[in-house]
């Protein structure tokens, strides 16, 4: 036609088409299309691919929107459907693309992701590849930045310590090496070794088509030692409570992609378990699992990103120890018997002693109507304001889930000189072994704020018993709970591993200190509390008190030794929460709003003291003002909580309430793969 090559003076031709400027990124070309609003996206791609007149596979490639931020991924929308005229620029990209990945071990991997998914469903393929089963529980964060550090030597500093490891790894491109459920599955057979968490010969041969198979197939599961202190002293530390929050603010949106959120190619981002509510977790089936959670929870405490004693220092350094030698050990041993058998009931048995999830069967049920109750003398302190009294003795009950306190034992049938509900408080354990000091601080919700309780044990055995007994109590469940028993038991063994008195039988010889890189298995905090004193004095001091604790774990085996060390990471007062800073309605400075697995707590930004305490199980719902930033939470028989996301976007808080509560959905009888759509619905806000 003749009016085809007018263009009319706002850029349309005369016939109705116009020019759709789009940039070709694995060419470096551009290239415009005489195009109408009617035509749909799938026919532009095969235009353009016409006109590029390449042999090349282009199925990968896909139209991103620049000025938007959007995917156009569904091919038979039109143009006009997507709202796209001739002033909009489009990339023809592929949707794979290079991700930089930090593990929890601090290793890096090539990896290739699709950076037109969703952020869930991209984690979920990434762990399928590494064979990292229940990948709802993690997540990618951005790399902290060191605000001490200027920017150009920081990415230096980057540059330097990034060594890709590994080959090239493309999750969801058929070479995956886990092809089982996302969820516990009875029929699931064993792929690991459950004592040192060596694979299996089935094992072996999946990995035979997989990438990892270059190399040792069980990479993943090995721990590596740090080799030097100056990788510690490198790497950010921070050092408040707002320095946590900080690291927080970087959580990548799980309900839109990569792209989206303006993550670039070659882009450096850390893979870590974002939700500290780890389900099932089986040495049979998680060697990878299992050992990247002991990495990340070695790491938190080495940088002090989680508070602990010096004795538990001590105990983890310990662990430490005993893991990167047995190791290297089955390492060596894995290589010369890589055809191993397992007896499947020694196995299944092994798995009943060491595995976290789950209580022991007990032979003897008792009196299945009665509730167990615990009535001894204990010391009970009030503390308030201005004042100097100390414990006093009570003789306490401890009923369903509350305490009775009376003057004496024969008083114990009259009325309670003082009584506390424990449901809904927060429970602290202030515990020094050498000692012998055995507290538990309870913080007792009340209308205007919490009560603050402090009980004091006389011994190990009676505060393992009162400290379950209020743990379980905090979340309305009683001693006749089935977990009683195997908590009174975890906090028993935790406290055995911090004991410095060493069985005369597993003490090591001199010459063992030599290969102790003590520097490498403790915070810096506590290497510069030995500052004055010489390099070698303090090496030689740390070394005896680590073989010193060394004898409480000597003899546990490699997985059991992991699994020990995440308990007692998990037994930790600070453990699992996550901190943001947060204005709350009628308050007047900033605070910390604390995430857990169960409950929300208000914190002092500068003490981390909790405030007051929110359950999930009394929460009814929660909503999102996104203009103003503003969280609002209503329970079932309290006032409503209402807060606003300081220096963080509320979709980040918003996703770890509404993940916490989707996590606490699954169950062990599930066979079937993950609701994705139901974790959009809690978290998204948008669906």
């Known amino acids: 036609m003749a009016l085809d090559g007018i263009r009319m003076p706002d850029g349309c031709y005369a016939d109705g088409t ?33 006109k590029l007149d390449v042999k090349k596979d282009w199925s990968d490639h896909a139209l991103w929107w620049e000025k938007k931020k959007t995917w156009l991924l569904k091919t038979h929308w039109t143009l006009d459907k997507y709202g796209i005229q001739a002033d909009a620029r489009l990339l023809f990209t592929p949707q794979h693309k290079l991700l930089r990945l930090q593990l929890p ?41 060191d605000p001490k550090k200027k920017k150009k030597k920081l990415e230096e500093a980057e540059e330097e310590a990034l ?57 993943l599961a090995v721990s590596q030692p740090i080799s030097s202190p100056d990788i510690l002293a490198k790497l950010y530390k921070p050092q408040s409570l707002l320095d946590k929050a900080k690291i927080n603010q970087g959580w990548m949106d799980s309900s839109r992609s990569l792209m989206e959120q303006d993550v670039k190619e070659n882009e450096v981002l850390l893979l870590r378990f974002k939700y500290h509510s780890f389900f099932d977790l089986n040495p049979k089936y998680d060697a990878i699992r299992v050992n990247q959670l002991y990495e990340q929870a070695k790491w938190a405490i080495l940088l002090e990103e989680i508070e602990c004693t010096e004795e538990e220092m001590m105990m983890f350094a310990a662990l430490q120890y005993h893991i990167n030698k047995l190791s290297i050990m089955s390492s060596d041993n894995h290589m010369n018997n890589s055809e191993k058998e397992v007896d499947e009931v020694d196995a299944a048995l092994s798995d009943l002693e060491i595995t976290l999830e789950g209580g022991k069967t007990s032979n003897t049920l008792g009196d299945i109507t009665s509730i167990p109750e615990l009535a001894d003398y204990v010391k009970v302190f009030k503390p308030k304001k201005l004042t100097l009294k100390g414990y006093k003795q009570y003789w306490c009950t401890f009923k369903d ?42 913080l007792i919700p009340v209308a205007d704020g919490m009560n603050e309780i402090w009980l004091r044990c006389d011994a190990e055995k009676q505060y393992a018993h009162w400290m379950a007994a209020c743990r379980l109590a905090s979340k309305g469940k009683t001693m006749a709970d089935s977990s009683y028993n195997l908590e009174v038991h975890n906090i028993l063994s935790f406290l055995k591993m911090q004991h410095m008195n060493p069985d005369p039988q ?106 007051k305490t929110w359950r999930f199980a009394n ?36 996703e770890f309430i509404g993940g916490y509560i989707f996590l606490s959905t699954r169950a062990k009888d599930q066979n079937e793969s993950l609701d994705e759509e139901m974790f959009y619905k809690l978290t998204s806000g948008w669906v």
């Not at 290793?107 to 709802?136: G, L, Q, Y």
């Not at 800073?581 to 409950?599: M, P, S, V």
């Not at 929460?619 to 203009?627: I, R, S």
């Open 619 to 654: 929460m009814k719902q929660w909503n999102v003002n996104w203009e103003i930033k503003m969280v609002t939470v209503e329970f079932a028989d309290e006032p409503s909580l209402a807060f606003i996301c300081a220096e963080v976007d509320c979709k980040v808080v918003h």
């Open 105 to 145: 071990n601090m290793k890096h991997m090539k990896v290739k992701v699709n950076f037109s998914d969703r952020v869930f469903k991209a984690v979920s393929d990434i762990c399928k590849t590494f064979n990292i089963r229940h990948p709802e529980e993690a997540s990618l964060l951005r790399k902290p930045r």
């Open 401 to 442: 889930i509350t305490i009775s306190c009376y003057k004496s034992k024969e008083e114990a049938h009259g009325t309670p000189s003082l009584q506390m509900n424990l449901r809904g408080c927060e429970v602290t354990p202030d515990v020094n072994i050498s000692a012998q000091k055995f507290n538990i601080k309870l």
């Open 18 to 50: 116009w020019e759709l400027k789009m940039h070709v990124t694995d060419l470096h070309r551009d290239v415009s299309l005489r195009v109408t609003g009617e035509i749909h996206v799938g026919g532009v791609m095969l235009k353009l691919a016409e």
């Open 506 to 611: 597993f003490i090591a010889e001199p010459a063992v200190t030599n290969d102790i890189n003590s520097e490498c298995l403790v915070s810096p905090r506590y290497l510069k509390k030995y500052k004055n004193k010489q390099p070698g004095y303090i090496r030689d001091l740390i070394s005896a008190r680590i073989l010193e604790a060394h004898q409480n774990v000597a003899q546990m085996s490699l997985i059991e030794a992991k699994m020990r060390f995440i308990q007692a990471w998990q037994s930790l007062p600070e453990f699992g929460i996550t901190h943001f800073l947060a204005k709350f309605q009628g308050g007047k400075r900033d605070e910390l709003i604390g995430i857990t697995y169960n409950r929300l707590i208000r914190m002092d930004a500068n003490t981390g003291d909790a405030i």
């Open 163 to 219: 060594e890709l490891e590994g080959p090239l790894l493309t999750p969801g491109s058929g070479r995956s090496i886990y092809s089982s459920p996302g969820l516990y599955s009875k029929t699931m057979t064993p792929t690991y070794d459950s004592r040192d968490g060596s694979p299996l010969s089935p094992t072996t041969a999946w990995f035979g088509d997989s990438p990892l198979s270059e190399g040792n197939p069980s990479i």
